[in-house]
């Protein structure tokens, strides 16, 4: 029986090839141990059976961006229930498009901006680009987010019209928004730079009370075809 050693000494062994690409080979989901894929570097081997597939390419990993159909009770960031503990392999859109294997570098160093309430449901988004972090971050005010709103109360015309303009939170007047009743206890609300809490505020201002809460839409992007706790990956083409 051989001693162990790092799999990237390995597969640079067996190729050759430089310890740099066979890291890279391996970080790609490149390489398999025994017919299953081993995409940690720092994995030992001994005796196994170690092969690169075909169409390999020692290439750095581009960053990917998650969409998640967010559970109600999980938190958007950091805590002690974060809504990334939803984002399994397992939990991948079966329908997802965008080509990629889920690989454990893909859920390292994800960033949630516009982060969704701890008690809402729906679309959240988890990102390593760096890029689409600034959009986020930077043009929150601009980007205009949809979500429906179950409630509890009566809503008159004029409750109604005070949730589509003339409501001050936290010294701050609030922007017009679109605030459309969808049914008898479900309302739309289509409004940009949302703070958390706002909407609940809102609502509290004029007499309701919110049972559930899911953001369908961010900007260009909609939720459709995830169900809660599945995700998928962002593709290419898609902007928010």
Request: glycine share 8%; with cysteine.
């Amino acid at each position: 029986m051989t001693e162990p050693v790092r799999l990237s000494k390995r597969l640079a062994e067996l190729l050759p090839c430089s310890r740099r690409d066979a890291e890279l080979y391996i970080e790609g989901g490149w390489v398999l141990v025994d017919g299953e894929v081993v995409d940690e570097a720092h994995f030992r081997v001994q005796d196994q059976t170690v092969e690169l597939l075909p169409g390999a390419r020692a290439e750095p990993l581009p960053p990917v961006t998650i969409l998640l159909n967010k559970l109600s009770g999980y938190q958007s960031g950091d805590g002690p229930n974060p809504a990334l503990k939803l984002v399994t392999p397992e939990a991948l859109l079966p329908e997802d498009r965008s080509g990629l294997r889920p690989l454990k570098r893909h859920f390292t160093r994800l960033s949630s901006p516009l982060p969704l309430e701890t008690d809402a449901e729906g679309l959240t988004v988890y990102t390593q680009d760096w890029r689409i972090l600034r959009k986020l971050e930077d043009d929150a005010a601009q980007i205009e987010q949809e979500y429906i709103v179950t409630f509890k109360g009566e809503l008159t015309p004029d409750a109604l019209a005070l949730l589509n303009y003339g409501l001050v939170y936290e010294d701050w007047a609030i922007p017009p928004m679109k605030v459309s009743r969808q049914s008898e206890n479900r309302l739309r609300f289509a409004l940009k730079d949302n703070q958390p809490g706002q909407i609940a505020w809102m609502c509290g201002e004029v007499g309701l009370e919110i049972e559930a809460m899911k953001r369908i839409r961010i900007g260009r992007l909609p939720m459709a075809g995830l169900q809660p706790g599945q995700w998928r990956y962002l593709l290419g083409y898609e902007r928010f």
